[in-house]
């Protein structure tokens, strides 16, 4: 009964995650991506699905941290004010801290630039029965640094290797590297929030006008959207090039910040339901000790009338 329940759940998230879903990056084109989809919901009903999806997720990284087998990997990616953070927030509220490491990607330090561009992303994947967030990640490296190569320049990469096929060499590592992490037990989910301009220009405008959100307004982002258009082309690129069955990127609209967790939890509940973590069975061997140890501690308890 609570199996039908749970299946029929989970089939109904399906139809939040399928048509944001690529997994196959030939022919993509991000301006075919709906950004103000709202999946013929209004809030509220979002709502209840979002506590449902919450619920289930919470049982489902308990299980995942106890069965100490896989990783979950999401990485969260999208233009200035496309409410990464926020949907991370959402994302994690609810869920076991324990079982989470959340990191945000900035400009990299010199170490991290002593160091070949995946160093930094290395040393902060999950570990085996847990939740890792990456708040940007390595795809800055094909849009944010292809936006402007004078960031190439500092990375100190020999000059040589350095060519016009760069980028599509950074797409077969990246490939490659999302492979091999699959195949060794995490699996992936990216999301590109994906917001229009004219939101973000809204959202920019929030921030100035209210004084508790001036520090997340920095005078770049201004700069950086102008160059809208070529940020636009970068993620194109980069997310037609890096979509695959094993590493999927979900393009989720994301000028409705309801819809966007909506779309980000379902996606999550799925891949959480395929993998199926299960509680750790005990030996059975084990089981005459345990009843040992528990008799011994119900004659510990204190006796009632004991002075
Ligand atoms: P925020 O997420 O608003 O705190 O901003 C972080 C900044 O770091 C953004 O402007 C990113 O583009 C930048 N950033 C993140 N990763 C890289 C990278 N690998 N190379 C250059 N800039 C980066
Ligand atoms: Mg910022």
């Keep these: 009964m609570a199996k039908d329940k749970n299946s029929k759940m989970v089939r109904d998230v399906s139809s939040f995650v399928r048509p944001y879903r690529v997994s196959d990056g030939e022919d993509f084109r991000l301006k075919s991506f709906s950004t103000d989809d709202k999946g013929g919901l209004d809030k509220e009903q979002a709502q209840k699905i979002l506590d449902l999806n919450r619920e289930r997720m919470n049982d489902l990284q308990e299980r995942l941290y106890a069965e100490d087998r896989w990783s979950l990997l999401l990485i969260f990616q999208g233009m200035d004010a496309a409410g990464k953070d926020s949907a991370i927030e959402h994302v994690l509220h609810g869920i076991n801290p324990q079982g989470c490491d959340v990191h945000s990607f900035k400009v990299p330090t010199s170490k991290e630039l ?11 994947l999950p570990e085996r029965g847990r939740i890792g967030i990456f708040n940007r990640s390595y795809y800055e490296e094909l849009v944010v640094v292809r936006v402007h190569p004078e960031i190439l320049t500092k990375q100190r990469i020999p000059s040589k290797l350095v060519t016009k096929s760069i980028w599509q060499e950074r797409f077969e590592d990246i490939r490659s590297f999302e492979r091999y992490l699959s195949r060794n037990g995490t699996m992936i989910l990216k999301f590109f929030l994906n ?3 004219e939101e973000q220009r809204q ?9 508790s959100k001036w520090w997340k307004f920095s005078m770049a982002d201004v700069g950086e959207r102008h160059l809208w258009d070529k940020y636009q082309a970068a993620w194109q690129d980069a997310i ?3 979509a695959t069955a094993h590493a999927p990127w979900h393009v ?6 309801w819809f966007a967790r909506l779309v980000i939890s379902s996606a999550i509940v799925q891949a959480l339901e395929k993998i199926d973590p299960k509680y750790p069975k005990v030996d059975k061997k084990a089981s005459p000790e345990y009843e040992q140890v528990r008799r011994a501690l119900l004659a510990e308890a204190p006796k009632k009338n004991a002075k």
């Design 240 to 242: 037609g090039h890096t």
């Design 203 to 211: 959202r920019f405008l929030e921030r100035l006008e209210e004084p």
């Design 114 to 124: 002593d160091h070949d561009f995946l160093w930094r992303s290395t040393v902060a």
């Design 252 to 257: 989720v609209p994301a000028d409705h910040k």
């Design 195 to 197: 917001v229009s301009k």
